[in-house]
């Protein structure tokens, strides 16, 4: 069922139906797949082709074949010794297999994927922390390191007792399909655990019917954890009814059963999982996968349009990052199938926004949701007014406060219409009191003892459009992945020649954010930029968490108790990325401050240069930056 959804109102007059917890019957996420394949056997349901062209091979499944799949896999995992609360890890880059991995993890157990670009040792350690049994990952591939990677980590996580390994050669064409044995990668196993293969596994399991009664109380499903580049991700625990609450969004406000998805994001991201996925999956609408590692496949940015076109998507699933790469390529097909495009994970910078527009006609829908919520907690209205630079209005059931918070959660006040504040939400998604897998971790989490506090900062305009002006809480998003200063920070305070160092995230063109680090030294001691990098390429674990800009400067600002002040050292960083940006484009302006806006957060205020320069220019320079940017007074 579709509402028009254009106003606050729209969604109270959809909430005074009745309540949420009666919108849908099912209680698992098992139910409503059959639910969906009885009442569409025989529609697309997946589709997926290994590599990008136009006239590559690419397989479906209908809504019954994958209810049959889902079915032999959550079997399999039965027989292999997982139980309700136990966990099916999985280490995969996109495919049928992934997508099938995820439901019948969540329906045998509590199924947990993990971000495949991780370290061996970070990957090892969110095994550890999820207990997991079971590691389904994918055979040794041409071009990938993923197997690999998979064994080395299974070898520090002694509790994964059984290794599902997925073989993508049945998705290649003949002559690939011959040569992919010749030169299929070695990997040596030193692990103990036992090797299956899934394809053959799953043919010996039944498909009709689950060879164990289903727990239909409302439990965990999965554990997904947070960012990509943490240096101790945490796991958020997420329910039956979250999940189902974000598939009845997008049945209810956003898809059909006659809609397509094409979803090149990966399947160990919430955004892929459950808004695009989960909606698919209520309404019945089709979900297009190209290439195993979606936007970073060969090929996938020249190819996006002509797969387009290929499939007739009526919606495209981006980030702020693929639609700049997207605006490079000409648009060299017939996208008239294209409703509008998805674009979540992190802010899209205005300019950005306008430019895809104007090029590619397609309307941008640009939402807002968190790992912690099983995701969505905001869009811009399909039928209504979309606000450029807005994450649109609260959805259905999800309330949003902004307020001022003590540590522990106790309220302070809460602000003023277009005041900035911690955006913090309620919805069917929050497990209040339990949001992550580790107690001590939800300390502090909520507000008024049901509101989670977010950690963005934020501000209601007078519409009841949702504003993000900045964070709270101290990450640096490179790419919609979190990374945790205290990584970089730490591992610089190790070298002798460093007091103090304070590491942000300074603006950047293509990914949002990059890490950068400020650092001050101990008296009398001296040290060169290049040997500070030598220092933290080698000691900062993580590949994308390494600094790419460091600075050494005589004090670094503090608070009055001794505390780093994070937002002094992001006004510096601001002013010398964009001084530089302007500089490099020949335009004779540079950044006179950076100053907080009460309605904007930090915003470059820029000096009149001698001559006049046309405004036109300096949003062409600047316009795909994250921050603001006004003339000085």
């Not at 399999?76 to 049928?96: C, K, M």
């Not at 189902?244 to 998805?261: F, P, R």
């Not at 004090?555 to 510096?572: D, H, S, Y």
Request: aromatic share 8%; with cysteine; net charge negative.
């Amino acid at each position: 069922m579709n509402y028009t959804v254009a106003t606050l109102a729209d969604t109270a007059k959809i909430e005074a139906e009745m309540d949420v917890s009666k919108r849908w019957e099912e209680k698992t996420v098992y139910e409503q797949l059959r639910k969906t394949a009885k009442k569409f056997p025989n529609r697309p349901a997946v589709s997926f082709q290994l590599k990008s062209g136009f006239k590559d091979k690419a397989t479906t499944l209908n809504w019954d074949a994958l209810v049959r799949k889902v079915t032999q896999a959550a079997n399999l995992f039965r027989s292999l010794g997982i139980e309700q609360n136990d966990v099916v890890a999985y280490l995969l880059p996109t495919s049928h297999e992934t997508l099938i991995t995820l439901m019948g993890g969540m329906t045998a157990g509590i199924v947990a994927p993990i971000n495949p670009t991780l370290e061996p040792s970070q990957i090892a350690a969110l095994l550890r922390e999820t207990g997991a049994k079971v590691l389904v990952t994918i055979r040794a591939f041409p071009k990938s390191d993923v197997a690999q990677l998979a064994a080395e980590a299974v070898l520090q996580a002694p509790n994964v007792k059984t290794v599902v390994e997925i073989d993508l050669l049945p998705h290649l064409s003949p002559p690939l399909s011959w040569i992919v044995p010749l030169i299929r990668p070695k990997n040596p196993i030193n692990h103990s655990a036992n090797i299956i293969e899934f394809n053959s596994a799953l043919s010996g399991m039944r498909s009709d019917e689950l060879d164990f009664k289903e727990g239909h109380e409302d439990h965990y499903c999965a554990y997904f954890h947070t960012g990509g580049t943490t240096g101790m991700p945490k796991i958020a625990q997420h329910r039956h009814s979250g999940v189902l609450y974000n598939g009845w969004l997008g049945d209810a406000v956003l898809y059909t059963e006659k809609d397509v998805l094409l979803c090149p994001l990966p399947l160990f991201h919430v955004f892929a999982a459950y808004p695009i996925w989960a909606g698919c999956l209520v309404s019945g609408a089709h979900m297009v996968l190209p290439t195993p590692a979606g936007y970073r496949g060969d090929g996938v940015f020249d190819d996006f349009w002509k797969l387009i076109e290929r499939w007739e998507a009526t919606f495209m699933v981006t980030v702020p990052t693929a639609a700049s790469q997207l605006l490079q390529r000409p648009v060299d097909a017939d996208i008239s199938s294209l409703n509008a495009a998805f674009c979540g994970s992190a802010p899209m910078p205005v300019e950005l926004f306008k430019r895809f527009q104007e090029v590619t006609g397609v309307e941008i829908i640009e939402g807002y949701g968190l790992t912690e919520a099983t995701c969505l907690v905001s869009c811009n209205p399909k039928d209504g007014l979309r606000k450029v630079g807005s994450i649109g209005i609260p959805l259905p059931y999800t309330k949003v406060r902004i307020l001022d918070c003590q540590e522990n959660g106790e309220i302070i006040r809460e602000m003023e219409i277009d005041e900035i504040g911690e955006i913090c939400i309620s919805n069917a998604g929050i497990n209040v009191g339990e949001t992550y897998t580790e107690k001590a971790k939800n300390a502090g989490l909520y507000a008024d003892k049901v509101f989670f506090r977010t950690g963005d900062l934020g501000r209601i305009d007078e519409d009841g459009y949702l504003w993000i002006t900045g964070r709270a809480k101290d990450l640096i998003i490179r790419s919609g992945h979190n990374i945790d200063p205290a990584l970089i920070e730490e591992a610089l305070a190790g070298h002798p020649s460093i007091a103090m160092a304070g590491a942000i995230g300074q603006p950047d063109e293509k990914t949002g954010e990059m890490p950068c680090a400020y650092v001050e030294l101990n008296a009398g001691t001296s040290v060169t930029i290049e040997e500070l990098f030598e220092f933290s390429n080698k000691h900062v674990p993580e590949r994308a968490a390494r600094p790419k800009y460091i600075e050494i400067i005589d004090e670094l600002p503090k608070t009055a108790v001794g505390k780093i002040f994070k937002p002094q050292l992001r006004k510096l960083a601001i002013k010398r990325v964009y001084d530089e940006k302007l500089l490099e484009d020949g335009l004779d302006v540079t950044v006179k401050e950076v100053l907080e806006d009460k309605k904007l957060g930090l915003t470059a205020h820029l000096n009149k240069a001698t001559y006049d320069i046309d405004d036109m220019l300096i949003k062409k320079s600047l316009g795909n930056f994250i921050r603001p940017w006004t003339w000085s007074e």
